[in-house]
């Protein structure tokens, strides 16, 4: 997509870039921000902003193209100048939505954007769990030859809590292995596809119990915020395992680590935390029975590229109005899948 400016006037707009993957390739859109009119501020970032930075930052600023910073009610109130919040992926959780309607502050996402590199993710993680692949190469490590009792997928139950973009692709991938599907969501896809790939819904507390693996894709929003929590993880299996690639406080991490040391449940598979980077002294990190990733299941570089563009073309969209053209139309919400 090209943008063409129609507009001569020398006006500057202070952006603020903190989403990482964009800063990373921050050069490559050096002469779309000088001929449009941007600026790039470019703070230190190690995964996201807190809201004590924030404050810090968006006195001046017009835009910004954020990660999963913490644009809360102070921040916005901080930030006078400030227009468009174009975020890098799908997720808006962090971002006070409620004060930018107030304020007529647009805010942009790109869902749909990690749908197909998620949800490999998940079925990756579902597969080294159930195949007992992390005991079986620790066990090589220690020079043990065992053959450990690991189920065929096909002899499991899969339970889906969220069966949005990426759980319908989860769902399909999984569809190929003959397991059981199990899925909970208050928005219940149509039943053509529930029939095709074999899904059935059901109440969370039948998915918990009888599920072998739980894998988590919902938004994060008040109703789901500890959706496994002490009582959740107590319905479950002690065989069972629980997977998460969608938001860290989908899960008590507390009450997670509690029943993970106790063997009340079998493992867990984590690419999100409570709180990113996970701190080194989390408990997490000395369990045998946790796979653990940094909020990874995303990469793609074809699926970031097109998120890059997007994610650029929606700031603009909304900062300059009618001052560009797009070529081929504008949305606060581009689905690139």
């Known amino acids: 997509m090209k943008i063409l400016t129609i507009d001569d006037s020398e006006m500057t707009y202070r952006v603020l870039v903190s989403a990482p993957p964009f800063q990373s390739v921050i050069d490559q859109f050096a002469e779309e921000f000088s001929g449009n009119g941007l600026e790039p501020v470019l703070p230190t970032v190690r995964e ?22 913490q644009y809360t009610e102070k921040v916005i109130a901080a930030a006078p100048c400030l227009r468009v919040i174009s975020k890098w992926g799908t997720g808006i959780d962090s971002i006070d939505l409620d004060a930018c309607h107030k304020r007529g502050i ?39 030859w065992i053959r450990r009792p690991a189920p065929s997928l096909r002899e499991c139950c899969v339970g889906l809590i969220g069966i949005g973009n990426i759980g319908q692709k989860v769902a399909q991938r999984l569809a190929g292995f003959g397991c059981r599907i199990l899925a909970n969501d208050p928005r219940i896809p149509a039943q053509d596809f529930l029939d095709k790939y074999n899904v059935q819904m059901v109440e969370k507390s039948i998915l918990l119990t009888q599920s072998d693996v739980i894998s988590l894709h919902c938004d994060l929003n008040p109703s789901s915020f500890h959706i496994i929590d002490e009582e959740a993880l107590s319905l479950m299996k002690s065989s069972a395992y629980v997977v998460n690639t969608s938001r860290g406080s989908l899960i008590d991490e507390l009450a997670l680590t509690t029943f993970l040391e ?69 949305s606060a919400a581009i689905s690139v899948d």
Request: with cysteine; glycine share 6%; net charge negative.
């Open 106 to 144: 647009q805010v942009c996402n790109t869902p749909n954007a990690f749908s197909n590199p998620v949800a490999d993710s998940a079925l990756a993680y579902i597969l080294f769990l159930v195949r007992q692949l992390s005991r079986l190469n620790r066990d090589m490590q220690s020079s043990l």
């Open 48 to 69: 996201r902003l807190s809201e004590r930075e924030l404050l810090g930052l968006v006195s001046d600023i017009d835009g910004a193209i954020c990660g999963d910073d």
């Open 262 to 330: 106790a063997g009340q449940i079998a493992g867990a598979a984590m690419d999100v935390f409570e709180i990113e980077p996970l701190p080194s002294g989390s408990k997490l990190l000395k369990l045998d029975n946790v796979f653990l990733a940094p909020h990874n299941a995303n990469s793609s570089p074809v699926a970031w590229e097109k998120i890059h563009r997007r994610t650029f073309e929606n700031l603009i969209a909304h900062l300059l109005d009618k001052q560009t053209i797009l070529n081929s139309g504008s």
